[in-house]
């Protein structure tokens, strides 16, 4: 992705909405930003206190932006 369409993007997502930056299982450093979206969710911990999200719309959640990262590029 482009300095100038990673700016658009964030210009139109909500300005008070957490960013969460979501990766496939991989074990490489360098990832490029495959996509930028905003999503209605609710963050919470599994079992084993691992982080999760809910995607859901309803009286609980939150507007996310969720910035999906990829190693194949």
């Known amino acids: 992705m482009k300095v100038s369409e ?3 993007k964030l210009k139109s997502c909500p300005p008070n909405a957490d960013v ?3 990766q496939e299982n991989t074990e490489k ?3 490029d930003i ?3 979206s905003v999503e209605y ?4 911990q599994n079992d084993n206190y691992e982080p ?4 859901m719309q309803g009286e609980n ?3 996310h932006v969720i910035i999906t990262v990829t190693s194949d590029f």
Do not use: R, V, W
């Open 6 to 8: 990673l700016l658009n």
């Open 20 to 22: 969460i930056c979501y």
């Open 41 to 44: 969710a609710i963050k919470g």
């Open 52 to 55: 999760t999200l809910k995607f």
């Open 29 to 31: 450093n360098l990832l």
């Open 34 to 36: 495959e996509d930028i």
């Open 61 to 63: 959640s939150k507007e």
